[in-house]
């Protein structure tokens, strides 16, 4: 029998059905009456997944987009779907140190290996990593919809080479968009952890 899904952290249903255009034509997609989108497919798979330290086990087609199954399975809310086509990094999590955009990530292409780093992985409200707590110390963010990729594409990059130029740093940030113009507070908070860090 068929399974049925509806994709609650798809929030824009045309966005989505648009821009999953590989992803949709593996499947079938329906308008839910609800207003979201119903999923039927016939080749769900049971694939484990180490995300924050937490292994987690779901049942989805393997080409379902890694962004999905954290917002849609797991309910994480630090990465977000801006784009949906690897242009914005709006969906930026941690893979073996480097940042990757879920977005455009089939799960069944990860290893077995991989461990998933998201914002909400990094540090909690009640203890902030230092990165984050550079941001707030410097209110280096407006509505937030950015920081999964701005945080987690400067750590990466800092991790790799903790005396990061600005240059450097602004370079790897340069596919990161910012639609609230914060740049230059989110600049100066990357700088001062990445001082504080080396002190
Ligand atoms: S949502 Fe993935 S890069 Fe824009
Ligand atoms: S703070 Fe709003 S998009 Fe960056």
Do not use: W
């Not at 509505?143 to 740093?169: H, Q, Y």
Request: hydrophobic residues 35%; glycine residues 10%.
């Amino acid at each position: 029998m068929p399974r049925q899904r509806r994709r609650a952290g798809a929030s824009n249903p045309v966005c989505f059905l648009a821009t999953g255009a590989e992803f949709a034509s593996k499947n079938t997609l329906r308008t839910a009456a609800a207003g979201g989108v119903v999923l039927i497919t016939s080749s769900m798979r049971t694939i484990s997944i180490k995300v924050d330290g937490r292994l987690h086990t779901v049942e989805v087609d393997p080409s379902t987009p890694l962004l999905f199954v954290l917002s849609d399975e797991l309910g994480l809310r630090g990465p977000k779907f801006g784009c949906g086509i690897a242009q914005c990094g709006a969906c930026t999590v941690i893979i073996g140190g480097r940042a990757v955009r879920s977005c455009v990530l089939p799960i069944g292409s990860m290893k077995e290996e991989d461990e998933v780093t998201t914002l909400e992985g990094l540090g909690t409200p009640e203890k902030p990593h230092p990165l984050q707590q550079s941001f707030i110390n410097e209110g280096a963010s407006q509505c937030g919809f950015c920081l999964s990729g701005v945080i987690l594409t400067a750590k990466a990059v800092l991790d790799e080479n903790p005396k990061a130029s600005d240059e450097e740093i602004r370079q790897a940030l340069g596919g990161v968009l910012c639609r609230c113009f914060t740049h230059t507070r989110m600049l100066r908070a990357i700088r001062k952890y990445a001082d504080e860090r080396r002190a």
